[in-house]
């Protein structure tokens, strides 16, 4: 997760990288933080909170200059300090440098071992600190090589921004598992930001995706960007993307992450016929792929659970007992539309199944007759590495149980999944992707 910004060359880039990190809240809500150059120093503030609650009109104030970046964390690597927070900054031999990064670095402990080995001091758990400590001890003379010979040491899933007080580099992996894409202010700046739906609250036009393995560089003294193909790139883009973490208004890679939920939820219908009367999405996850459910099967679709927007996602509490009861101040149903019902409810995902046990109960409680869970993705039986925060195999429930036992677990009627070969076809096929989670192909070696 994470939602990472970068706007160059514009007035007020702390506004707009505000307003950017607002648009992208829901890919990470533990801190913020952002960075900015007047191009003689760097400013920057980052704190544990929500964009709306760490940045007010004094910290924009504070914040000056023509370029800025800006992260909102969502920890998949590293501890919940404020240390974790991102932008990391530091002082080096060539100036002041600001990173922030979306991803997971596979080779943190060896590279950060291999460094502390040689005298190196870390005030972070981040992966991200052993680029900037790579970047500060090699001995190339300009930046951008730093930054090329720092990533040939790193593996993993990352898009990068690095800031200098002149300068601003943005980095894809060569798999393209994080979504990242470029646009152009209206001033006639630019910007590269994790989704398309930071573009349409700041009034940025989409140039295009970043591509795998493509490092774009923007620099005051030259027009325009400089794009450099530093890895040869080998797409395998996250399927969970357009699953569950990217708004709906956004697309990746050409494609609508509305228009794919969907497709997903009319897959998800042809693969799973049920009897019922109707169709209900658990707020605001599923609520596109029931909406292709209903448009495929017919069977009408009505909004029978009610979603309190004031509370923070279920999967951020750390204890067990905590996460059933975040569940139950989330959601709550109208017992007026379900009682008697035969009800299909659609989820994107099931991870520990606590949600979906959750809501069945509740459902059940005000009245439905039928309960059947449909999934709008595949079992998820592998840990994720690659910036997304699942569980170990251990809490992993459909690495533990066969669907069956799962269905016997959250007391549904009936409960069914996505195949795999359907989530490829509802994406599109045009493309590989990362489907790490469903299948344990851990291609990142
Ligand atoms: P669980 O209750 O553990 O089965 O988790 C499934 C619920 O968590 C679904 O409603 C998803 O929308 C949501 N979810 C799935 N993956 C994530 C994630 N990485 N972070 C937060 N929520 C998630």
């Known amino acids: ?32 933080g952002i960075s900015v150059s007047d191009g003689e120093k ?16 004094a910290a924009l104030k504070f914040l000056k200059g023509n370029s800025a970046v800006g992260h909102n964390r969502y920890s998949t690597a590293g501890s919940k300090s404020v240390l974790d927070a991102q932008p990391i900054h530091a002082s080096y031999k060539l100036g002041e440098i600001s990173i ?29 600190e052993n680029i900037i400590h790579l970047i500060a001890r090699s001995q190339e003379e300009h930046l951008r090589d730093r930054i090329v010979e720092a990533l040939n040491i790193v ?20 798999y393209g598992v994080r979504p990242f894409c470029l646009g152009r202010l209206e001033d006639g700046g630019y910007i590269v930001s994790s989704e398309t739906c930071a573009f349409d609250l700041v009034g940025a036009e989409f140039i295009r995706d970043v591509r795998p393995g493509e490092m774009i560089i923007f620099d005051k003294d030259k027009e325009g960007f400089e794009s450099i193909q530093l890895f040869e790139p080998t797409p395998r883009v996250c399927a969970f993307e357009y699953i569950y973490f990217a708004r709906p208004d956004s697309v990746i890679e050409g494609k609508s992450v509305y228009a794919v939920r969907q497709e997903i939820g009319k897959a998800l219908a042809r693969e799973n016929k049920i009897d019922a009367d109707l169709v209900i999405p658990v707020p605001d996850s599923g609520v596109s792929a029931a909406m292709g459910y209903a448009q ?37 149903p109208i017992k007026e539309i379900l009682k008697g019902k035969r009800i299909v409810v659609v989820d994107d995902s099931l991870v520990r ?18 309960v059947h869970m449909c999934i709008a993705s595949p079992t998820i039986e592998h840990p994720d590495i690659y910036g997304i925060d699942t569980p170990s195999y251990e809490e992993l429930i459909s690495a533990n149980m066969s669907v069956e036992e799962i269905r016997e677990y959250i007391k549904a009627d009936s409960l069914s999944f996505l195949s795999i070969d359907a989530l490829k076809k509802s994406i599109g096929e045009d493309m590989d992707y990362s489907l790490v989670s469903f299948n344990g192909d851990y291609f990142i070696k």
Do not use: W
């Not at 997760?1 to 829901?26: N, P, W």
């Not at 509370?311 to 959601?331: N, S, Y």
């Not at 199944?353 to 039928?370: D, F, H, M, V, Y």
């Open 42 to 57: 760097i400013s920057k503030i980052k704190k544990k909170g929500l964009v709306t609650e760490v940045f007010d009109e």
């Open 1 to 32: 997760m994470c939602a990472i910004v970068g706007v160059f060359d514009t007035k007020e880039a702390s506004r707009v990288a505000y307003y950017s990190l607002f648009a992208m809240q829901h890919r990470g809500q533990e801190a913020t």
């Open 353 to 370: 199944g606590t949600t979906s046990k959750r809501i069945i109960k509740i459902l059940k409680n005000a009245g439905a007759k039928e």
């Open 296 to 332: 495929e099967s017919g069977i009408p679709f009505e909004m029978a659970i009610v979603r309190n927007h004031y509370v923070g996602r279920t999967f951020i509490e750390p204890t067990q007992a905590k996460r059933d009861m975040k569940v139950k101040l989330k959601l709550s």
């Open 100 to 128: 922030v990064h979306n991803g997971n670095l596979i080779n943190k402990d060896e590279v950060r071992n291999a460094l502390i080995d040689e005298g190196a001091i870390f005030q972070s758990e981040m992966d991200t």
């Open 155 to 174: 593996k993993g899933a990352y898009c990068l921004i690095i800031q200098s007080r002149h300068k601003m580099f943005a980095i894809r992996d060569r």
